[in-house]
């Protein structure tokens, strides 16, 4: 890879892993929610989130499920590739000063189609924060 191109087709393999780490701080939940327009106290507002089961502020789901994109638009299969389907499960809630992990596993490949899917996890320590399944299209050198 050059930094412009990720793995070709004909490279992927089942098992490949890649993966992202991030600390989530103040700053990217608010950025988050001016962006996304979700402004949810519950992300927000400290005294209103500690009312909720979380009883306290908790990041945006999709803030750490973004981080999967990362990984598959950087790392694996990397730059070129296209995402065509995602779906998660969040398991547990992200804090402010977390460190998630994003870790994208190669579980099968469809040449014919060009297709890979992933199995797309999220991790705060040893706990899985997000689990998932994507589907992606990669170049071929074809």
């Known amino acids: 890879m050059n930094g412009l191109e990720g793995l070709y087709l004909e490279d992927v393999e089942i098992g490949m892993v890649g993966s992202y780490a991030k600390t989530v701080t103040e700053t990217d939940i608010v950025m988050f929610a001016g962006l996304s327009g979700d402004t949810n106290p519950v992300h ?36 070129g590739t296209i995402y065509l389907s ?26 014919p189609k060009r297709r ?15 689990a998932g399944e994507a589907m992606v299209m990669v170049p071929s050198r074809q």
Not at 116 to 130: A, P
């Open 116 to 130: 890979v899917v992933l199995e797309t996890n999220c991790y705060v320590g040893d706990k899985c924060v997000i």
């Open 44 to 79: 927000l507002n400290q005294e209103f989130a500690e009312t909720t089961m979380f009883e306290g502020r908790i990041a945006h789901g999709m803030l750490s499920a973004g981080f999967i994109s990362t990984v598959l638009g950087t790392r694996l299969p990397g730059p």
């Open 86 to 111: 995602q779906n998660l499960q969040f398991k547990a809630p992200v804090r402010i000063g977390d460190t998630v992990t994003a870790k994208v596993t190669v579980r099968e490949i469809i040449a």
